[in-house]
């Protein structure tokens, strides 16, 4: 046999037993991953898991109205977040509304704060301290004190209300009493009209405030009143050039109390009172004092101003109206441009939280 032969009689012998079905499979799948082997789709599935480690675990959830530690408060029916200290005296607060809710008496002090007593001491830490808007104190150990301005005191801080502007702070604190209610529930605003008695008694001559007057009436349900003058006021009466006008004779009288057509019936069972008038070299017309000293509104009622003018802000003519009648609750209030949109009305209403 020929070298040439003998050679290639090895190569075929080679291979020939060098590739078996058996070493062709061992040698292609310690390789490539086999493309159409029946069982290469299974192991591309995710691995099955213990039962235990597929269920999501949740933990278990309070009621989201009574988390455990939380502090919630509302300030004459407004709700109002506050940023709770984290002291000895606040967690004895917690303490003490955990089985009821506690409301709190308070009155107005100094011009920037209302105070009341809750009846019992609290664990006390005081320090000088120069309080801000918003912040909440404990004063003598068993009063609390809110601050729509500052002071500087010993005081032990329990918190700071924190969702609201000084604005806002003010028109929520600066009357003469308000109730504070604080628990371990929260606290939903209670709606505008279901127990609520709303009244809105506007004077108006050339009819801008009437217009404003009846969008809030439409919007609140609040009964509608005019102001009407015994007298009615002629152009004449209303030329703001002639210095000699009616209108300028009155609102230059300190004692002017022009006479009303005719008074309200059971002014006394509304708890709301919205008030318009229109602007007069800047203040309130003289006939709005009339109306406020001559009627029998209940102490407890809230007045919430609104104005129209031609251009001038509301200036002092509310803050001079409520010391006409400065037992009432007076919430800051607004002006409105002639001819104003209802929606700039009802989104100032909403704004009021009421
Ligand atoms: C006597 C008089 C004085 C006024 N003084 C002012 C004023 O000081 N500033 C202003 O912006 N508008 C002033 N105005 C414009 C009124 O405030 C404005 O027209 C208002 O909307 C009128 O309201 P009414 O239509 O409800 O009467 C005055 C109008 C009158 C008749």
């Not at 011009?111 to 007593?117: L, M, R």
């Not at 609102?251 to 057509?261: H, V, W």
């Amino acid at each position: 046999m020929k070298w040439n032969n003998i050679l290639s009689l090895l190569l075929v012998l080679s291979l020939f037993f060098g590739c078996s079905e058996e070493n062709k499979t061992s040698q292609t799948a310690a390789n490539v991953p086999p493309q159409n082997d029946p069982v290469a789709p299974e192991q591309n599935q995710p691995e099955p898991q213990d039962p235990i480690d597929q269920q999501e675990i949740t933990e278990p959830q309070m009621p989201a109205d009574q988390q455990e530690g939380m502090l919630y408060a509302a300030i004459d029916n407004v709700p109002v977040t506050i940023q709770w200290e984290e002291n000895d005296s606040v967690k004895a607060l917690h303490e003490l509304v955990k089985g009821s809710d506690i409301t709190i008496d308070m009155s107005q002090y100094g011009g920037f704060e209302q105070v009341g007593s809750l009846g019992q001491s609290l664990p006390k830490n005081d320090v000088q301290t120069t309080t801000a808007p918003g912040d909440i104190v404990l004063y003598s150990g068993n009063q609390i004190v809110v601050f729509y301005g500052s002071n500087s005191w010993d005081y032990t801080r329990l918190g700071k209300i924190s969702d609201k502007s000084e604005t806002e702070l003010k028109a929520l604190l600066d009357k003469e009493n308000v109730t504070m209610k604080i628990s371990s529930k929260n606290i939903q605003s209670e709606p505008l009209s279901s127990d609520k008695k709303l009244l809105v008694a506007y004077f108006s001559v050339t009819k801008h405030t009437k217009s404003i007057a009846e969008y809030i009436s439409e919007y609140t349900g609040a009964t509608l009143y005019e102001i009407v003058s015994e007298t009615p006021y002629t152009d004449a009466d209303i030329n703001y050039g002639d210095k000699s006008s009616r209108t300028s004779l009155e609102q230059n009288d300190p004692n002017a109390r022009p006479a009303i057509a005719s008074t309200i019936e059971d002014i006394e069972q509304y708890d709301i009172i919205y008030l318009g008038y229109p602007i007069w070299w800047g203040e309130a017309p003289k006939i709005m004092y009339t109306f406020l000293e001559g009627a029998q509104i209940k102490v407890s009622t809230t007045i919430i101003p609104f104005c129209t003018s031609a251009s001038s802000g509301m200036g002092t003519s509310a803050t001079n109206l409520k010391e006409a009648a400065p037992s009432l609750n007076w919430l800051e209030g607004r002006r409105f441009a002639i001819g104003a949109e209802k929606s700039a009305v009802t989104e100032w209403i909403d704004s009021l939280n009421l």
